[in-house]
């Protein structure tokens, strides 16, 4: 298994991982396949969206936040629900297409490492079969 490790620098933020993982695939030498990536946190999730216009992702955590507001009235006692439940809701694995050598996003995609309750260190799993 490989993975990827990035460090997020702010409560909330959608770190754009794209690069790191095609190096990934790259160095791997596979021309064809599938990549699964998965994110071994509870309080952090991966998705696929545009990358291009970065108010794209700043929309979706806006949203996000107002739906599932940081406080509330919440049981976990840790403080971060809102950060449990944004993770599940976006989930946390992604399959993505290895073609050519490279991964097979469309033009304005971007895979992003959510992240809801930072700064901390976040892994992303990744299995190229
Ligand atoms: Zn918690």
Same mark, same amino acid.
């Given at each position: 298994? /490989?993975?990827? %490790?990035?460090?997020?620098?702010? =409560?909330? $933020?959608?770190?754009?991982?794209?690069? /790191?993982?095609? !190096?990934?695939?790259?160095?791997?030498?596979?021309?064809? +396949?599938?990549?699964? /990536?998965?994110? *071994?946190?509870?309080?952090? !999730?991966?998705?696929?969206?545009?990358?291009?216009?970065?108010?794209?992702?700043?929309?979706?955590?806006?949203?996000?936040? %107002?739906?599932? *507001? &940081?406080?509330?009235?919440? !049981? &976990?006692?840790?403080?971060? $629900?809102?950060? &449990?439940?944004? !993770?599940?809701?976006?989930?946390? $694995?992604?399959?993505?297409?290895?073609?050519?050598? =490279?991964?097979? /996003?469309?033009?304005?995609? +971007?895979?992003?490492?959510?992240?809801?309750?930072?700064?901390?260190?976040?892994?992303?799993?990744?299995?190229?079969?």
């Amino acid at each position: 298994m /490989l993975f990827i %490790e990035t460090k997020t620098n702010k =409560r909330e $933020s959608f770190v754009n991982i794209t690069d /790191l993982v095609n !190096a990934l695939v790259e160095t791997s030498g596979k021309k064809d +396949g599938i990549c699964i /990536l998965y994110v *071994p946190h509870t309080t952090a !999730a991966i998705t696929i969206n545009e990358s291009a216009d970065p108010d794209v992702v700043r929309d979706i955590t806006q949203k996000l936040g %107002e739906l599932i *507001p &940081h406080r509330g009235n919440y !049981a &976990h006692s840790e403080g971060n $629900s809102d950060a &449990h439940i944004k !993770a599940s809701i976006i989930g946390n $694995s992604r399959i993505v297409i290895i073609e050519n050598g =490279r991964l097979a /996003l469309g033009t304005w995609e +971007g895979i992003f490492l959510c992240e809801f309750d930072g700064p901390r260190t976040r892994k992303v799993f990744i299995k190229l079969l």
